[in-house]
C-alpha cells in the first residue's frame, strides 16, 4: 500500500477530532498491510505529525526510514519520504538526512535532528545575506556517532549591527578550544558580540567544540568544517576565503572526561595553565550548553567550601533576605530541590553547619554527587527522592530551587502555591535560572508567573553566564489597592518602608555572617547585594510607591 500525505491523511495543526482521526486511520493501515507490508508518506513533517508517527509505528513492531528530499536551492520547506515497514525484524528508527549517511537513533534524536534540518532550510535564505544584529545557531552532527544525542559542533552567527561594518562586508570564522568552551568570551552571546566588535568582521562564525566527541588540530577542524562554513557565507563576502582564528593554539586541548552515562558529562577542565586553576564540570547531555554544577579542583580533589560561580555566590549573598538566619537560635530549615545536581548542598553544608540548620535536599542528588566524586553530604542532612513528600511533612525556612533542567520549570510553576505553603513566615524562595538573562521577555513572564504567589521578588544576575536568581518572599501589607478618583483607574501602592534598601541587606548580611561564621572572606559575597535589582513589583507601571 502506498499513501501519499497530501494534509488529508496527516492535518496542519492539532486538533482533537482531527487527531482521533488520524489515530483511527493509522490503525486503519497497521491492519490492512501484510507482514513486510510498506507504508509510504510524502510530507513535510510537522512537529505533531513526526510524533504522531514515532509514537504509533515503532510500538506495533514497525521500522521507520525517514528520508529527507534535497529541494531547490531557495526552498523556504523540506518534504521528506517516510517509509514503514510490517512486521519488521526489529522496531527501528533509520534517518538520512541530505548529504549524511543513515543513522540509526531514538525517537527522540529523530524529532531533534528533523527540527534541526527544518530551520536550517527555512533560514537558509535569510543567512545568504548580511543583516543587522542578525543571531543564528547551527548544529553540526557527526554521522559516523550513531546513538550520540550532542551535535559534534556547534555554530553561532553572528551579523554585526554598526551599518559601517556590515557594509565591509567581511566575515570570519573563530574556533573555540575545548577549556574555553563554557567561558564568558565564548558561551554567552553577550560575550560572543563582544567578540565580534573586537573583530571588525561584518560576520563572525563561532565555532564550539561540543562535549562528548574527540577532535584534532585547528587546522583538520578547518578542513572538516570548510564546507559548512562556505554554505554560511554570503555571496558579497568581500574576503573569500574566509580566515579561521583560534586563541587555543594548533589544537583544541582536551578535557579529561572522568564519567558518562545517558544522562550526565563529567568533565575536568583547565581554566588558567598559568595559574594552574582547574575545575570540574557536571554537564547535563539535555542542557549541553551550560554546566549544571561547577567545583574548584585543588590537587585533583574537589573541594567544595567556597562557590566558584556567580550563581552561586548571589545564592549564598541572598541570605540577607531570610530574616530568621540573623538570629543565633538553632532550628533553621532549608530545603535544597535539585541541589545536588548543581553542587549546592555541599557549598550550604559548609557555611551553614548545622544544628543550626537542618538542610534537605530533594529530587535524584545522589546520583550527581557520585558522578562528580563529590565528598559526601553529612550525616545529619535529608535526602529524598520525592520533592512532594518534603514539601508536605515540614516547613522551611528557606526553600532553594534549580530550575535548569527545562522539565523542572514547568513543574516549579505547578508547585508555587505548595512551596509558599511551605515556607515559614518571613521565609524565603530563591529559584536558580541558567541563561534567564539573556532574554528580557523570558524574564519577565517568569517574574510574573511566580508574582501570582509572591509579592515581593528581587533578582540578582549573574553576568557570566546570564543565569538568574529570583529571591522571591511574600510581605504582609506590602500592596494596596486603591482607585484613582479621576481616572478609575486600580493603581497598587507599594509601601516603600516595607522594601529593604541595599544598605539594609548588607547590615542584614553581616549579621547572618556572624551567625554562621563560616563563609569564604575571599569571595566578598556582601559584594554581589549591591547588583541585585527589585523585579516586582516594578514601579512606575501599575505600582506607585508611598512611604505610609
Known amino acids: 500500500m502506498c499513501i501519499r500525505d497530501r494534509d488529508a ?31 509510504v508518506a510524502v510530507s513535510l513533517l510537522q512537529e505533531h505529525i513526526l510524533a504522531k508517527l514515532l509514537a504509533v509505528f515503532p510500538a506495533s513492531g514497525c521500522a521507520i526510514f525517514i528520508e529527507e528530499v534535497k529541494g531547490k536551492a531557495k526552498a523556504k520547506h523540506t518534504p521528506f519520504v517516510v517509509t514503514v515497514t510490517t512486521a519488521a ?22 524529532l531533534a535532528k528533523v527540527k534541526a534540518a527544518q530551520l536550517s532550510t527555512l533560514f537558509g535564505a535569510s543567512l545568504r545575506k548580511f543583516s543587522a544584529g542578525q543571531r543564528f545557531s547551527f548544529e553540526v ?38 577549556p574555553k568552551r563554557y567561558s564568558y568570551s565564548f558561551g554567552t552571546e553577550k560575550g560572543m558580540t563582544e567578540l565580534l566588535a573586537q573583530t571588525g568582521m561584518s560576520r563572525l ?24 562554513v562556505a554554505d554560511l557565507i554570503p555571496k558579497s563576502c568581500s574576503n573569500k576565503p574566509v580566515p579561521f582564528f583560534s586563541e587555543g593554539g594548533e589544537t583544541l586541548g582536551e578535557n579529561e572526561l572522568i564519567f558518562e552515562d545517558a544522562d550526565f558529562i563529567v568533565e575536568d577542565v583547565c581554566l588558567d595553565e598559568e595559574e594552574q586553576e582547574f575545575a570540574r564540570y557536571i554537564i547535563r547531555k539535555e542542557d549541553y550548553s551550560t554546566p549544571a554544577g561547577q567545583f574548584a579542583l585543588r590537587a585533583e580533589v574537589v ?44 557549598f550550604l553544608e559548609k557555611v551553614l553547619p548545622s544544628p543550626r540548620l537542618a538542610l534537605t535536599v530533594a529530587d535524584g542528588n545522589a546520583k550527581a554527587f557520585t558522578l562528580a566524586q563529590l565528598p559526601a553530604l553529612r550525616a545529619e542532612t535529608r535526602v529524598a527522592t520525592d520533592v512532594a513528600t518534603v514539601l508536605a511533612d515540614a516547613a522551611y525556612d528557606l526553600i532553594i530551587v534549580d530550575v535548569a533542567p527545562p522539565s ?23 529559584a536558580v535560572f541558567r541563561r534567564l538573562g539573556e532574554r528580557k521577555d523570558d524574564f519577565t513572564s517568569t517574574v510574573d508567573e511566580i508574582a501570582k504567589e509572591f509579592n515581593l521578588i528581587y533578582s540578582g544576575r549573574a553576568d557570566y553566564f546570564e543565569d538568574v536568581v529570583l529571591y522571591c518572599m511574600d510581605v504582609d501589607g506590602l500592596l494596596e489597592k486603591e482607585v484613582n478618583a479621576s481616572t478609575k483607574e486600580e493603581i497598587t501602592i507599594v509601601k516603600e518602608k516595607l522594601l529593604p534598601s541595599k544598605k ?33 513589583p516594578r514601579l512606575g507601571k501599575s505600582f506607585q510607591k508611598t512611604n505610609t
Open 9 to 39: 491523511v496527516f492535518p496542519p495543526k492539532v486538533e482533537e477530532k482531527a487527531e482521533k482521526r488520524v489515530d483511527k486511520l493509522l490503525v486503519d493501515i497497521l491492519r490492512l498491510l501484510k507482514p513486510g507490508g510498506r507504508y
Open 89 to 110: 525484524q526489529a522496531s527501528t528508527i533509520d534517518l538520512k538526512l541530505v548529504d549524511s549517511p543513515p543513522q540509526r537513533l531514538s525517537a527522540q534524536e529523530v
Open 141 to 178: 552532527w557527526d554521522s559516523k556517532a550513531q546513538g550520540n544525542v550532542i551535535p559534534r559542533f556547534t555554530l553561532h552567527i553572528l551579523d554585526a549591527e554598526s551599518p559601517s561594518l556590515l557594509d565591509k562586508k567581511t566575515c570570519a570564522a573563530f574556533i573555540v578550544s575545548r
Open 205 to 228: 562564525i563561532v565555532i564550539l567544540a561540543n562535549p562528548t566527541h574527540r577532535f584534532g588540530t585547528v587546522k583538520e577542524i578547518q578542513a572538516e568544517l570548510g564546507p559548512v
Open 303 to 346: 573541594d567544595t567550601t567556597a562557590p566558584i560561580a556567580d550563581w552561586q555566590k548571589f545564592v549564598l549573598a541572598g541570605l540577607a533576605f531570610c530574616s530568621r538566619f540573623e538570629s543565633k537560635e538553632e532550628g533553621k530549615t532549608a530545603l535544597v530541590w535539585g541541589g545536588g545536581q548543581i553542587g549546592l548542598a555541599p
Open 408 to 430: 523542572l520549570r514547568a513543574e516549579l510553576s505547578s508547585r508555587l502555591p505548595t512551596l509558599k505553603r511551605a515556607l515559614r513566615a518571613g521565609g524565603a524562595l530563591f
Open 504 to 536: 539594609d541587606l548588607e547590615t542584614r548580611f553581616r549579621r547572618v555572617k556572624e551567625t554562621f561564621a563560616s563563609f569564604d572572606e575571599t569571595s566578598n559575597l556582601h559584594e554581589y547585594l549591591g547588583e541585585v535589582e527589585l523585579a516586582h
